[in-house]
């Protein structure tokens, strides 16, 4: 027995899963944790990147003995043109979201919207601005109407680059230019690399692995940075709000019902929905005390930062949730669903419902949701999994108590609002902040959980280690739940760890040292964040300069690989917490490590050990603090009067 809940102490990081992790070995379920054990002897073939299937003489395995497949290729071009289709996959995952998105927001300009609407005028008009759409004495469905055909013309435009690059400092532009790797429309770019990686197509891995940046900057200052604004028009644009996080959020006697997946567009309606006095009533009557809505993954995030709906839990919890045993319905849609679910589900009194045509799950309930009666058909899925309730086995309910209070919704917008107040929204005393020292540098903590490592540990680690060195860390997706669980976004007890100068930037401006900034699309407002540090001014005129450095540790997905290929080629160095499936090719890695630092000023780092990466980091940002003539008191020292006068922000 002990033996047991060491090996789950040794699979993750949070008492809260190892709790779980234990209740499903004694009943016997496998979770991704236990069929990790099972895989794991992975093949070298394809951990390294080297084994080629895009046609048919093959498949071709590079080794010593056989350097070449059959067409001729070699370790370097396969390796290349396995990366690029890596990306591909995730910047077409986060530009379809984008595309819903905008389709819906040009349905309700039309009219047709069912019970979307906008919800923020504000940002639609702020957007339509950075889009030279005129909107001076224009109503909000026009506007509306014609920013959502010129998103749409980001997805299809086939000779001109995308309007939205518009968006990054000047010099940046200018740098993709000169790199040739400013995208054309979103989806030739994903046609074009599937077409450049076909058998006898681009054969030069640089070449490739340029497209590979070139397709990501197509997500990254393209799908993904228009599904953020579409968001915010539709949902409202985040702002600080409290909620919990961990699987502690479920409750014993209410109807818990589990949101998972991506897209917004549904969890939303069911935000509204659980609140409804008719959907409470009916829980009611049902014995429960009430609804409690809980998401896991990105829809987790989303909702959290708009509506303060608490979160489950990230990636590789939401099999644990079900085997709490207390979840009523969980509700899919897109991305990092995994088909185990409904199996599991099948062992308690679970309803796994996916409500998207793209996304099936054998074995999960098919739920038509109507969109032109949106709100209804919210009502009626969260009715359904009331229904359910009276079938739970109290003898199977296990629900851990531990969850931690986090404050999330810190967008763009709402930290520039909480820097400078109302009046005067300014970065400027973030600036003034890195200027003078006492923020070092602003590093973004992003990406998945994997079951390959003791998931959350290095997250954990490399955060706390960062918020002491005097480094502003902001947060997306799995790696913002990490820390949000871990009780690093609530405000109070992260500051008593902050470094003193951090900490004293933070206690004036209220802001935690660890930022919720949202979804992995929302990896967008790291970038939006990044540009605003620029046009502040005194940090550089481009990214590439700026004190910051992006950490994916414990990344598990294509998107995580394209959003770090945008990170760097938006000039941010990228520290990976293990590599690449690339090291089969020297040439490859070397290219990714070190051959592009003169194109973009900035490249990978493979650094498993997060104390290491934290040495690094620091290094890094140093180097740009020298570059900016900004570095001169990094050596702590005894301050006179004088000296802290200069350093008011
Ligand atoms: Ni990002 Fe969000 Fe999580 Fe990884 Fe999956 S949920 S999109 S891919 S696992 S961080
Ligand atoms: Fe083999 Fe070349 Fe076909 Fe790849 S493209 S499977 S290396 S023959």
Redesign the pocket.
């Known amino acids: 027995m002990a033996e047991q809940s060491k090996k789950h102490s040794d699979q993750a990081w949070d008492s809260a899963s190892v709790e779980v992790l234990s209740k499903a070995e004694k009943e016997n379920i496998d979770t991704a944790f236990s069929r990790m054990e099972t895989q794991k002897n992975q093949c070298k073939f394809g951990t390294t990147g080297v084994c ?9 395995r590079i080794t010593k003995k056989s350097p ?6 070699d370790a370097d ?2 390796v290349a043109r396995n990366y690029l289709r890596e990306v591909v996959g995730g910047a077409a995952a986060h530009s379809d979201h984008a595309r819903h998105l905008v389709l819906r927001l040009k349905k309700v300009a039309q009219g047709e919207g069912g019970g979307y609407e906008i919800r923020d005028e504000e940002a639609l008009r702020r957007a339509a601005k950075s889009y030279e759409i005129e909107d001076e004495n224009r109503s909000k469905e026009e506007v509306a109407l014609d920013l959502a055909e010129k998103m749409l013309s980001e997805f299809t435009r086939q000779e001109e680059t995308l309007e939205t690059l518009k968006l990054a400092p000047l010099k940046q532009q200018s740098i993709w230019n000169t790199t040739e790797v400013a995208p054309l429309g979103i989806d030739r770019m994903v046609v074009e690399s599937m077409h450049r990686t076909h ?2 197509v681009d054969h030069d891995y640089k070449n490739l692995l340029m497209q590979a940046f070139r397709t990501a900057l197509a997500d990254g200052w393209g799908g993904s940075r228009i599904a953020s604004i579409v968001s915010d028009i539709l949902f409202g644009t985040p702002s600080p709000v409290r909620s919990d996080a961990n699987l502690g959020v479920l409750g014993e006697k209410s109807v818990n019902v589990v949101v998972h997946g991506h897209e917004p567009e549904l969890s939303e309606m069911l935000a509204i929905a659980v609140r409804d006095p008719e959907v409470v009533a009916y829980a009611k009557s049902a014995g429960a005390e009430g609804v409690t809505l809980a998401g896991i993954c990105c829809t987790a995030n989303e909702i959290l930062m708009r509506h303060g709906i608490p979160i489950a839990g990230s990636f590789l919890q939401q099999e644990l949730a079900l085997i709490t045993g207390a979840v009523e319905m969980m509700v899919i849609d897109v991305q990092c669903c995994m088909p185990s679910l409904p199996e599991i589900a099948g062992a308690y009194h679970t309803e796994i419902v996916s409500t998207t045509h793209i996304a099936k799950t054998i074995g999960a309930t098919q739920v038509d949701f109507n969109d032109r009666d949106a709100l209804n058909s919210a009502k009626d899925i969260i009715k359904r999994a009331i229904d359910r309730y009276k079938q739970r086995d109290p003898n199977k309910v296990a629900i851990p108590s531990k969850k931690s209070p986090v404050v999330g919704g810190f967008s763009v917008e709402a930290i520039k609002y909480m820097l400078g107040g109302t009046f005067r929204k300014s970065f400027r005393p973030l600036n003034d902040a890195l200027i003078s020292g006492r923020i070092k540098g602003v590093v973004g903590i992003v990406g998945c959980n994997n079951p390959k490592t003791k998931i959350e540990e290095y997250i954990n680690v490399l955060t706390a280690r960062l918020i002491k060195e005097n480094i502003l860390v902001v947060k997306t997706g799995c790696a913002a739940v990490a820390s949000a669980k871990e009780g690093m976004m609530k405000p109070e007890t992260a500051l008593e760890q902050a470094g003193e100068g951090f900490r004293e930037v933070c206690e004036a401006v209220g802001i935690p040292p660890v930022l919720h900034m949202g979804s992995c699309v929302d990896n967008s407002r790291i970038l939006e964040a990044a540009t605003e540090i620029v046009l502040e001014g005194g940090l550089g005129d481009d990214i590439s300069q700026v004190p910051a450095v992006g950490v994916a540790p414990e990344w598990m997905s294509e998107k995580a690989i394209a959003i770090g290929c945008y990170f760097v080629a938006s000039g941010v160095d990228v520290i990976l917490g293990q590599p690449f499936n690339i090291t089969g090719s020297e040439n490859v890695l070397n290219y990714l490590e070190q051959e592009v630092r003169p194109s973009f000023g900035a490249s990978f780092h493979t650094i498993v050990d997060p104390e290491k990466a934290a040495d690094k980091i620091v290094e890094l940002l140093d180097q740009r603090r020298d570059a900016l003539g900004i570095n001169k008191r990094v050596e702590r020292k005894l301050y006179d009067m004088k000296d802290r006068r200069e350093l008011d922000v």
């Open positions: 080629c299937r895009i046609c048919h003489m093959g498949p071709c070449r497949g059959v067409c001729g290729a071009t396969i058998m006898g």
